[in-house]
């Protein structure tokens, strides 16, 4: 091979590596292209996304205020209960010491 084959060899090489890389550039470039339609899509797609954080977000909120006064009522609950049933205890013990109270007086 002589110096003007070598050099023809060597142009034939790099113009058709310079071929393949320009197609696959263009392909590349075809397949990840992004239109403008997509773009709005997209854009509506993160405003729904948005709204529905921020919907989810009150929720949690209405959720955690809902909890708060629902532990809130329970705890008020429970008191009440316990002062209804220490007074109930106190009111039957009180019975028990008026029945043993009149058995006693009957039975003089």
Same mark, same amino acid.
């Given at each position: 091979? *002589?110096?003007?084959? &070598?050099?023809? /060899?060597?142009?034939?090489?790099? &113009?058709?590596?310079?071929? =393949?890389?320009?197609? /696959?550039?263009?392909?590349?470039?075809?397949?990840?292209?992004?239109?403008?339609? %997509?773009?709005?899509?997209?854009?509506?797609? /993160?405003? $729904? =996304?948005?709204? /529905? %954080?921020?919907?989810?977000?009150? $929720?949690?909120?209405?959720?955690?205020?809902?909890?708060?006064?629902?532990? *809130?009522?329970?705890?008020?609950?429970?008191?009440?209960?316990? $002062? $209804?049933?220490? +007074?109930?205890? %106190?009111? @039957?013990?009180?019975?028990?010491?008026?029945? +043993?109270?009149?058995? @006693?007086?009957? +039975?003089?």
């Amino acid at each position: 091979m *002589n110096r003007t084959e &070598f050099i023809i /060899a060597t142009a034939v090489i790099l &113009f058709v590596a310079f071929v =393949l890389g320009w197609f /696959a550039s263009w392909l590349v470039n075809r397949f990840t292209r992004v239109t403008k339609a %997509e773009i709005g899509e997209l854009d509506k797609m /993160a405003q $729904a =996304l948005h709204e /529905a %954080e921020e919907t989810r977000d009150q $929720a949690i909120t209405y959720l955690q205020q809902r909890e708060a006064e629902i532990t *809130n009522q329970l705890s008020q609950t429970e008191a009440e209960l316990r $002062a $209804a049933m220490d +007074g109930l205890r %106190e009111a @039957r013990h009180e019975a028990e010491e008026l029945r +043993g109270y009149i058995e @006693r007086k009957d +039975g003089k």
